[in-house]
């Protein structure tokens, strides 16, 4: 059972990153997935989720900028992120979650957590 990120790297404000993340050995359309970033030395925060019932939620600071999807066929969870910030700079991480009222985006309910990608956003 295993999630793997792929996507980041050094991009300049403005700029947009395509991060995938990967499942192997669960399917991922029986769950709801989220994204999830670490910047240094700050605590885990909620991205993006998309929830078993197709509700998505956003972050207040990635609304209008980032997008998640999933493409089931492919095992596969997708976040489409355009006009970078400098604050975006952190780990990413994708991760299935456990729904409970008002908390579609806590780190707590995460409970398979694939390993991260790095974005950097500098001029």
């Known amino acids: 059972v295993q999630l793997q990120a792929s996507g980041g790297g050094l991009v300049q404000p403005g700029g947009s990153l395509r991060l995938s993340c990967v499942a192997s050995?669960?399917?991922?359309?029986?769950?709801?997935i989220a994204w999830f970033r670490q910047a240094p030395g700050k605590e885990p925060e909620g991205v993006s989720s998309?929830?078993?019932?197709?509700?998505?939620y956003y972050a207040d600071s990635v609304k209008g900028r980032f997008i998640i999807s999933r493409d089931n066929a492919k095992n596969t969870v997708y976040l489409q992120m355009d006009n970078l910030k400098p604050e975006d700079t952190a780990v990413y991480y994708c991760?299935?979650?456990?729904?409970?009222?008002?908390?579609?985006?806590?780190?707590?309910?995460?409970?398979?957590r694939g390993q991260g990608t790095l974005v950097t956003v500098s001029s």
């Open positions: 991760a299935t979650m456990t729904v409970r009222p008002n908390r579609p985006l806590d780190p707590g309910l995460a409970f398979i």
């Open positions: 050995g669960f399917t991922m359309g029986d769950y709801s």
């Open positions: 998309k929830i078993i019932t197709g509700d998505t």
